[in-house]
């Protein structure tokens, strides 16, 4: 489905953005060039009646992506925790997207209920209320459970989401196709890499079952942290399209009125969510995704309470490190450090100049210290390392994009909470223990730890398994093969000498 009819979904995508008056706006928000304005008005006015009208009582940006449909409102959702990016106005419009779409009717839900669990609601339910929260993929409603009285929170997909998606998807990888023809350039950035990782995460979202594994998983990491605390999953009340999860009391992260009236710290809060954000990337490589104020909230006793598990991220224990040697070089001021770590891990091609590279990095590091969070242009500090990422070749890597996505997400949440908020003294403590701790002596002996079980699990294999594999290589060479009964002792050699110079270059590491 990915052929040339995707050009006039693109170009209502235009069309809407200019008839609703959002092009302007997201101009303005981009200080973007007068060439570029007139360019925009140029191709766009024209064709502007193509578009969609959408909701004439939304203000410009929220109408035009609440009709383009449940892909863009994703992307507005982001936009939506960075006024550093967008400025405040815009930002403050987007916010609705997060939980406050038009809803469907509550018969609709109770009908989608009845069908996935097999009863009806009324047997299920007390107190089935109308939507309390509504937004792109799904909508939300409090009840009470006949069998035990406590009150739950009851999420059901919306009807035709599948659909939508998959029309947006469609699209966004024809957009991503034609760029990679057009601009040989933007090949590194892998654009339909990209797309095809964004509709992996869309994918899991649209299955509540996978999300309330998440949620179970998700819990068992996280009972140890202070401050947080996630609702429980009803796994009997919950399907592929019904998720029902203990109700949760709180003030939206959102509300920073609300929230002063509470009496809660903002600036603490702020810390707090950086700092579960990198626990839960670093030490456990598996995290909330979707860490917007939408999905978090401040309980009576003043800890954050996450929910909507349908994006997370998981990053293995060696990208983890690598982020972190990363992170806690550009802390440290270490830029040399930071460029020996792309090169280390294949992020840049090995014929560009390190030292170059670290140059670079520096430019872009260090205007972010002693400075006051305020004063940084986050827009013009990510244009110019993408000028930086450009300039040395460096790829696009599909295992860091919701990472990185989401630590931009939580920095603007911290920042909506309190704005003088300097990430980098946050991050350094939470960086320097996961380094202690996976880096050191006791990393190293619990690295070869592991290497030594699994040699002992698949040892009795290994020979058979390289007798295989050298046999094979002979046979491709042809040429005569050794007698058979040779090969089991030259097989356990190399095994050994390849378990020797495993172990060695663990050490060395």
């Given at each position: 489905m990915r052929g040339p009819h995707n050009v006039w979904r693109l170009v209502r995508t235009g069309a809407t953005l200019e008839r609703t008056g959002a092009m302007k706006i997201v101009l303005d928000a981009y200080e973007a060039p007068p060439l570029l304005r007139l360019g925009a008005r140029?191709?766009?006015?024209?064709?502007?009646w193509l578009g969609h009208t959408g909701d004439p009582a939304m203000p410009p940006a929220t109408r035009a992506l609440t009709t383009l449909g449940p892909a863009y409102i994703k992307f507005g959702q982001i936009l939506s925790t960075r006024p550093d990016l967008v400025g405040n106005d815009l930002a403050l419009q987007l916010r609705v997207l997060q939980d406050q779409l038009p809803a469907f009717?509550?018969?609709?839900?109770?009908?989608?209920i009845q069908e996935e669990l097999g009863l009806p609601v009324d047997s299920i339910f007390d107190d089935f209320s109308e939507p309390v929260a509504a937004a792109s993929i799904a909508q939300v409603h409090r009840a009470r459970l006949r069998d035990t009285g406590?009150?739950?929170?009851?999420?059901?997909?919306?009807?035709?989401?599948e659909k939508a998606f998959r029309k947006d998807i469609d699209a966004f990888y024809f957009a991503a196709s034609f760029i990679e023809l057009l601009s040989p350039a933007s090949r590194r950035l892998h654009p339909s890499d990209?797309?095809?990782?964004?509709?992996?995460v869309v994918q899991g979202e649209l299955d509540l079952r996978l999300e309330a594994a998440s949620a179970s998983t998700f819990a068992s990491n996280t009972s140890g942290d202070a401050g947080f605390r996630l609702p429980a999953v009803k796994w009997q009340e919950s399907g592929r399209r019904v998720m029902t999860m203990s109700w949760v009391e709180g003030v939206s992260l959102g509300d920073n009125d609300a929230l002063d009236a509470a009496g809660h710290d903002r600036r603490a809060l702020g810390e707090r969510v950086l700092t579960l954000f990198l626990n839960h990337a670093l030490r456990d490589g598996y995290f909330h995704a979707d860490m917007h104020q939408g999905n978090l909230k401040v309980g009576p006793d003043g800890a954050i309470v996450a929910y909507d598990f349908g994006i997370m991220g998981h990053i293995d224990e060696y990208t983890r490190r690598v982020y972190a040697e990363i992170l806690y070089g550009f802390i440290t001021r270490d830029y040399m450090r930071v460029a020996m770590v792309h090169f280390e891990a294949g992020y840049v091609p090995p014929d560009r100049d390190v030292d170059e590279f670290a140059r670079a990095l520096r430019a872009v590091g260090e205007p972010i210290f002693g400075m006051d969070a305020t004063k940084i242009s986050m827009g013009r500090l990510l244009s110019y390392l993408f000028d930086v990422t450009e300039r040395f070749g460096m790829e696009t890597r599909t295992e860091l994009i919701l990472l990185q996505r989401t630590m931009v997400v939580v920095e603007g949440v911290a920042r909506s909470l309190s704005p003088q908020i300097n990430i980098w003294e946050v991050a350094n403590p939470v960086v320097e223990d996961y380094i202690r701790r996976s880096l050191g002596p006791r990393a190293l002996m619990r690295d070869l730890g592991r290497t030594a079980e699994v040699l002992a699990r698949f040892g009795p294999r290994l020979p058979r398994l390289v007798e295989r594999a050298l046999m094979q290589q002979m046979s491709d060479l042809d040429t005569r093969p050794q007698p058979r009964r040779r090969w089991p002792w030259l097989a356990g050699g190399v095994v050994l000498g390849a378990a020797v110079a495993l172990l060695t270059t663990l050490a060395l590491s």
């Open positions: 140029v191709v766009g006015w024209p064709l502007q009717p509550t018969e609709v839900a109770k009908a989608t406590e009150d739950v929170a009851v999420k059901v997909l919306r009807p035709g989401i990209v797309v095809a990782h964004f509709e992996g």
